[in-house]
């Protein structure tokens, strides 16, 4: 795994941190790593452009119940 140093970061802001880290019972390390992670997660709005050219790719695809189909499968 990567490692990443921040210079300079004003005092007021690692006490924040610090404080956030607390209230979220984790480390300030921990607390970095979590917001870090979340910030790079996609966008609700990419994920639903995600979905919609999903949705377009699929078009026209059968996509009925299954559930006859798999009661016929057990039923041989």
Same mark, same amino acid.
């Given at each position: 795994m990567?490692?990443?140093?921040i @210079?300079?970061?004003?005092?007021?802001? &690692?006490h924040?941190?610090r404080?956030r /880290?607390?209230?979220?019972h984790r480390?300030?390390e921990g607390?970095?790593r979590?917001?870090?992670t979340a910030a !790079?997660?996609?966008s @609700? $709005?990419? &994920? !639903?452009?995600?979905?919609? /050219?999903?949705a377009?790719?699929?078009? +026209?695809?059968? !996509? +009925?119940? $299954?559930t /006859? &189909?798999? @009661?016929?499968e057990?039923?041989?």
């Open positions: 990567g490692q990443v140093a @210079r300079n970061l004003d005092d007021g802001v &690692l924040r941190l404080q /880290a607390r209230r979220n480390s300030l607390e970095l979590q917001i870090l !790079t997660l996609p @609700r $709005s990419e &994920l !639903t452009a995600r979905a919609e /050219a999903l377009q790719a699929l078009e +026209g695809r059968w !996509t +009925g119940d $299954s /006859a &189909l798999i @009661r016929e057990r039923e041989r």
